[in-house]
């Protein structure tokens, strides 16, 4: 998409920098905030649209789906605010937040993107971003960090240990150089995780699963798969070519794959998911695969696609309920959850919204 809602001339506010450098939000009442939002993710790009309408003070005049032409963009518009995704293509966001800071250095900008890495926001914010919001968290938390930015402060994602909404974008009382180690500390302490991946490209999510897959093997843990025929022959194909003795390990019950279509129909009840049989279902499962587990390594790395086929017969709340229980999973067993979605224009019923909530379930959103 090519700055598709460019709207030059229209706005005839003076540049947001003034506006920001005086504080305090008079001065956005008064005249127009003028934003850039550099997203390549369609459903994603819609719903940051929404959000922003909800703020009366806001004015996009251009929407990009790449790094460079953001840069471009921003160069030639130079917008107050800028929205800013990390994995962009052909320039990465942290790279194209260098380039916009030299060329139009009074506009404001936020991260908003699915990398919760402390050394990411770290650098982001290192380069002068106002804010960094991670996406999994934007539903509770994109209209909070656009007030305090446009409030002169800097913002970060809760999610983000020890990060503060503050002024200094760190906790009051703790140094910004002990910011990375208090994240790992609190990261650690996170038993399990239920992240989530949207992908358009069949192959590279099946290297990307075979990835996912083989290092939960060769650590001596275990794998549970539940996905579509298709998928369990091209990720199989894959793994055998890995350095892992795939014959092996389901031979030892470490790797246990199953059919999500026939996974589904043992829990399905009149069209909803029922929680007593998923939780006997996938408990069954990693149970099994937790016990033939290595070196006393338990724990389970579950991939599933249950609730992506539920959701493409547009049973989205079955899907987002599903989701819940994937979550209570990882908290009653010693096991990390991903879920796949498949996205593109042959799966065109993820609406923003549905999009926004599935994102929301998740500890992570990761785009293969």
Not at 14 to 27: M, P, S, Y
Not at 32 to 51: G, H, K, M, N
Not at 327 to 356: F, K, N, W
């Amino acid at each position: 998409m090519v700055c598709s809602r460019c709207e030059l001339g229209l706005v005839s506010s003076r540049l947001a920098g003034d506006r920001f450098a005086n504080g305090g939000t008079a001065g956005v009442e008064a005249s127009t905030i003028r934003v850039l939002v550099a997203e390549d993710y369609e459903p994603w790009r819609r719903f940051v649209l929404s959000t922003l309408h909800k703020f009366s003070g806001l004015q996009v005049v251009c929407e990009v789906a790449d790094g460079l032409e953001a840069v471009q963009k921003a160069t030639e518009l130079r917008p107050d605010l800028i929205l800013l995704d990390i994995g962009l293509p052909t320039l990465s966001g942290i790279e194209a937040a260098r380039q916009i800071r030299e060329c139009t250095p009074s506009s404001k900008i936020i991260f908003l993107t699915e990398d919760r890495s402390p050394e990411a926001a770290e650098e982001a914010l290192r380069l002068g971003a106002s804010g960094y919001v991670v996406k999994s968290d934007a539903g509770g938390e994109l209209l909070s960090a656009l007030n305090a930015v446009l409030e002169g402060k800097r913002f970060t994602s809760s999610s983000l240990a020890d990060y503060a909404p503050g002024d200094e974008g760190r906790p009051a009382d703790r140094p910004r150089d002990s910011v990375i180690e208090l994240t790992r500390a609190h990261r650690a302490e996170i038993a399990s995780r239920h992240d989530v991946t949207f992908y358009s490209d069949d192959q590279r999510f099946l290297n990307e699963l075979a990835q996912f897959v083989a290092g939960a093997l060769k650590s001596g843990s275990s794998a549970v798969i539940a996905a579509t025929d298709s998928h369990l022959t091209g990720l199989l194909s894959r793994l055998r070519i890995q350095d892992v003795n795939i014959g092996a390990a389901i031979e030892q019950r470490r790797y246990i794959a199953v059919d999500a279509a026939h996974t589904l129909s043992t829990f399905m009840v009149n069209s909803m998911p029922d929680r007593g049989l998923f939780m006997k279902t996938f408990g069954n499962l990693v149970h099994s695969a937790a016990k033939a587990s290595k070196s006393g390594n338990s724990h389970v790395s579950v991939f599933g696609e249950c609730m992506h086929l539920i959701c493409t017969e547009g049973n989205a709340e079955a899907a987002i309920r599903m989701e819940e229980f994937g979550s209570e999973l990882t908290r009653t067993h010693d096991a990390d959850v991903l879920c796949g979605y498949l996205t593109g224009h042959s799966h065109p019923g993820m609406e923003s919204h549905i999009y926004q909530r599935i994102c929301v379930a998740h500890s992570s959103v990761h785009s293969w």
